[in-house]
């Protein structure tokens, strides 16, 4: 039984002062070594992923740069659910059912993949879907084979068409060539630039965005506004499994593109624009229950860091049951509902260990930009 003259503890965590005396490095470090029973700190380098150096001690005197803080925006809204749907797997009513259970667990954009947009049920697909409430973006292997005729089809409908240029493939054409195939349907256009997430990032980061500034310069040559490329293109970051490189990389990507627009002068609203996505794909041979733990914990990285849209790719695995796919959707719900982390601020501002690397990735992905003005 509580007795009643016990002191209200909800009074006294007022007063509770949530810090710690500061402790010079010298003072930290000999605590460290006597932790580490007279080993030298040194002795936990490791590499977080190839050819990167963990750091196993970074004191707040390492860490003389601001903080990094990313803007706000970012932070009002969780990421966007999307639904990723292979339609050449099935047939077009199977491919409805998924559409239509899809939006009836709060999916926001449909991303439709298709091996080209020449012969596609797409009023079979979209019967009854309200395309006045969700995004719907198709995802062609090539966009070849496409006659104009079947091209219109999908932009009078208000449909984006994702153009995916990747360093893994060589670009069909010059990108200003298909804003002439859709003609006055050009703010369809989404030109989507892949980032694999593992191996050699800031190399294969680097290379990439050069990609899409040689894209952008074509562009503009072809007379069409900086502002409009941007507005129209999309960053997809595609996870491994290292949370807190996660972390750190859609840090960088954030710093870098907010740096390229300054320096075209280029000023893209906050609220309106969504350039950065996160996709989760099963290329581990995951069992579903360890592709459903790692989707989980990349995510939280994601709406942690402001993403704008978030998409975890069905898993492979053959008759993987229906509980998996609306599990792995309910994360989303999960981190927005029931977290309370979307409060308009960077929660990760100030934490100066991934501030560190944040930066050293940011800059060297700089350094090797070709960029003009």
């Known amino acids: 039984m509580i007795s009643s003259d016990m002191p209200n503890i909800a009074d006294n965590m007022q007063d509770w002062i949530y810090t710690f005396d500061a402790v010079d490095k010298k003072t930290w470090i000999a605590q460290i070594e006597k932790d580490l029973r007279g080993k030298s700190p040194d002795s936990l380098l490791r590499e977080w992923w190839p050819g990167e150096t963990l750091q196993p001690v970074i004191h707040r005197a390492d860490a003389q740069d601001s903080v990094v803080r990313l803007p706000d925006a970012l932070f009002a809204n969780p990421p966007s659910i999307i639904e990723y749907i292979d339609t050449s797997k099935s047939t077009p009513d199977a491919i409805h059912v998924q559409i239509m259970g899809a939006l009836n667990y709060g999916a926001e954009v449909l991303l439709l993949h298709c091996a080209s947009l020449k012969n596609n049920p797409l009023d079979q697909w979209l019967d009854g879907v309200h395309l006045d409430m969700v995004e719907v973006h198709i995802q062609p292997d090539s966009l070849a084979e496409a006659s104009d005729e079947s091209l219109i089809k999908f932009l009078e409908k208000g449909i984006k068409i994702r153009i995916e240029r990747s360093i893994e493939t060589s670009a069909e054409k010059d990108i200003a060539a298909y804003a002439e195939k859709v003609n ?144 792995n959707r309910n994360i989303h719900h999960l981190l927005n509902l029931e977290s309370g982390m979307y409060r308009g601020t960077d929660p990760l501002a100030g934490a100066y260990a991934l501030d560190l690397v944040t930066r050293s990735w940011t800059s060297r992905i700089w350094d090797g930009l070709r960029i003009e003005k």
């Open 184 to 327: 006055t349907h050009i703010n369809a256009l989404r030109f989507v630039y892949k980032i694999p997430g593992a191996g050699k990032w800031d190399t294969t980061t680097q290379q990439v965005l050069n990609m899409m500034l040689e894209d952008l310069k074509a562009w503009t040559n072809s007379g069409r506004s900086k502002t409009d490329f941007f507005n129209q293109t999309v960053l997809v970051l595609e996870s491994d499994a290292a949370y807190f490189k996660h972390i750190i990389q859609t840090r960088v990507l954030h710093l870098i593109w907010m740096n390229l627009l300054r320096h075209l002068e280029i000023n893209q609203g906050q609220n309106d624009v969504s350039w950065l996505e996160t996709h989760i794909r099963d290329l581990h041979g995951d069992n579903p229950d360890q592709y459903l733990i790692r989707a989980s914990a990349i995510s939280l990285a994601t709406s942690l860091c402001g993403s704008h849209g978030l998409c975890i790719n069905p898993a492979n695995k053959e008759n993987t049951a229906e509980f998996y796919s609306r599990t």
